[in-house]
């Protein structure tokens, strides 16, 4: 799978661990651009059953942010299945999604950006110097597992300007 570069640093890959992170390059700062990455969670040499859980940890773009789950999906030829959009970012959307869930083996993250002004959350005093997005992922064997997550920080939830907190697999 090739990996898409933004400004000159890579972005985007093939993830099969059962956690991680995904960011723009540099997160919490600035990225050049044109932008345009695509990350693909696989989760297809596991048994059926799993499900793949995307978290809005420290979500600050307001556009540019696609999720699509596949039934199949092969990175480096046009053979997919089952594309369905699970969820776009918007300006209106931004905040009120906490979590992506898919029980498809595949969702895959597109990012596009051609500029920074008006595609950012924005607070003064904390929020200016703050771009891009940093979401945390985990690949969960079994719906009980799923549920056994307590709802984690993001910006929705937490204070825009506070801290938030949680450990890499939520607990």
């Known amino acids: 799978m090739l990996v898409s570069r933004a400004g000159g640093r890579d972005c985007g890959g093939h993830l099969t661990r059962d956690s991680g992170i995904v960011h723009t390059p540099g997160f919490p700062h600035p990225f050049r651009l044109p932008a345009n990455c695509r990350w ?46 699970l969820y776009e970012v918007t300006e209106t959307t931004a905040l009120a999604v906490l979590n992506v869930t898919t029980s498809q083996h595949y969702l895959v993250i597109d990012f596009k950006m051609e500029r920074l002004a008006g595609n950012h959350i924005r607070a003064l005093e904390g929020l200016l110097d703050v771009y891009g997005f940093n979401l945390t992922y985990n690949i969960y064997r079994g719906k009980s597992a799923l549920h056994s997550y307590t709802p984690a920080c993001s910006v929705a939830a937490c204070s825009m300007l506070g801290n938030c907190y949680a450990s890499s697999d939520f607990s």
Not at 63 to 85: I, K, V
């Open 40 to 85: 693909v969670i696989d989760s297809s040499s596991r048994p059926q059953g799993t499900t793949i859980v995307v978290r809005m940890t420290q979500l600050y773009v307001t556009a540019g942010l696609t999720f699509t789950e596949f039934a199949y999906y092969e990175p480096d030829s046009p053979f997919r299945l089952g594309a369905n959009t």
